[in-house]
């Protein structure tokens, strides 16, 4: 068992009086956590006494079962591999969750209840809605068909921006990489253009999807999921081409926000 865990199970009687409420993230391997260092410097500015973020490395899913006994647990955030694997611990779903096909943030009431919700869906939201212009005709593409793609899916589908899924894989994507580079035409039809593949992200800042960069103008809104580095390789040269960009920060600190909403209310 990880040793997070083991700390918090066997956490002193005075200690576990000073803690009121235990939040915390599972996943594996958790090496560097925003939602940690996030959650810890909320807590200082906010003055929030009683509060605390710990990081639950679990190399299994079955593991969590543990974290469920931690006492005072509120809830918990839940990263790669498990958000979701660990729908089926949940007693219930809130629209967001239901919507992506995935749980990233597990409320816990008093009752012991588990619900899941999908505080991606509302980072990439509201951050999108506030960047984005108001417009009928913008369509968007989606690059990449993994996890991160659900939630961006979801809301895409939601505020009613039509879409189409780029993959390297025919069978999964509604074009790949290489039509798009070949049918230019297409691409020149859509105006937003979503990162969610993990390419430039770094340490491996050198990596960029492949798509036609030179298409590209001021009509253009480029959004990359990945925040560190704070602009990749697609943002820089989506600027060279006069495009507007934006990283996933604001995303990312949206969603945190949410998680904090959803265990407190």
């Given at each position: 068992?990880?040793?997070?865990?083991?700390?918090?199970a066997?956490?002193?009687?005075?200690?576990t009086r000073?803690?009121?409420?235990?939040?915390?993230l599972?996943?594996?391997?958790?090496?560097?956590?925003?939602?940690?260092?996030?959650?810890?410097?909320k807590?200082?500015?906010?003055?929030?006494?009683?509060?605390?973020?710990?990081?639950?490395?679990?190399?299994?899913?079955?593991?969590?079962?543990?974290?469920?006994?931690?006492?005072?647990?509120?809830?918990?955030?839940?990263?790669?591999?498990?958000?979701?694997?660990?729908?089926?611990?949940?007693d219930?779903?809130?629209?967001?969750?239901?919507?992506?096909?995935?749980?990233?943030?597990?409320k816990?009431?008093?009752?012991?209840?588990?619900?899941?919700?999908?505080?991606?869906?509302?980072?990439?939201?509201?951050?999108?809605?506030?960047?984005?212009?108001?417009?009928n005709?913008?369509?968007a593409?989606?690059?990449?068909?993994?996890?991160?793609?659900?939630?961006?899916?979801a809301?895409?589908?939601?505020?009613?921006?039509?879409?189409?899924?780029i993959?390297?894989?025919?069978s999964?994507?509604?074009?790949?990489?290489?039509?798009?580079?070949?049918?230019?035409?297409?691409?020149?039809?859509?105006q937003l253009?979503?990162?969610?593949?993990?390419?430039?992200?770094?340490?491996?800042?050198?990596?960029?999807?492949?798509i036609?960069?030179?298409?590209?103008?001021?009509?253009?809104?480029?959004?990359?999921?990945?925040?560190?580095?704070?602009?990749?390789?697609?943002?820089a040269t989506?600027?060279?081409?006069s495009?507007?960009?934006?990283?996933?920060?604001?995303?990312?600190?949206?969603?945190?926000?949410?998680?904090?909403?959803?265990?407190?209310?």
């Amino acid at each position: 068992m990880n040793i997070a865990i083991v700390k918090m199970a066997e956490m002193t009687q005075e200690k576990t009086r000073q803690v009121t409420k235990q939040y915390g993230l599972i996943g594996y391997p958790l090496s560097h956590s925003f939602s940690k260092k996030y959650f810890e410097s909320k807590f200082e500015k906010e003055n929030i006494a009683g509060s605390q973020y710990e990081l639950f490395e679990i190399d299994r899913i079955e593991l969590v079962q543990k974290v469920f006994e931690i006492e005072n647990l509120q809830g918990f955030n839940v990263t790669i591999p498990y958000k979701h694997d660990i729908m089926k611990y949940m007693d219930d779903f809130d629209h967001s969750a239901k919507k992506v096909g995935a749980v990233n943030v597990v409320k816990i009431s008093r009752d012991g209840k588990k619900t899941g919700f999908n505080s991606d869906y509302y980072g990439f939201r509201t951050s999108l809605e506030n960047w984005l212009p108001k417009s009928n005709n913008i369509q968007a593409l989606v690059l990449g068909i993994g996890g991160a793609a659900k939630a961006v899916i979801a809301v895409l589908d939601d505020v009613s921006i039509p879409f189409l899924k780029i993959s390297r894989d025919a069978s999964k994507g509604d074009l790949t990489y290489t039509q798009l580079k070949n049918e230019s035409e297409i691409f020149q039809k859509y105006q937003l253009i979503i990162n969610t593949t993990p390419l430039g992200m770094s340490p491996n800042v050198d990596g960029m999807v492949d798509i036609p960069y030179d298409y590209l103008n001021a009509n253009n809104y480029l959004y990359d999921l990945i925040y560190n580095p704070s602009e990749t390789r697609f943002l820089a040269t989506g600027k060279k081409y006069s495009a507007h960009v934006k990283n996933g920060l604001e995303m990312l600190e949206l969603q945190a926000e949410k998680s904090w909403e959803i265990w407190n209310s």
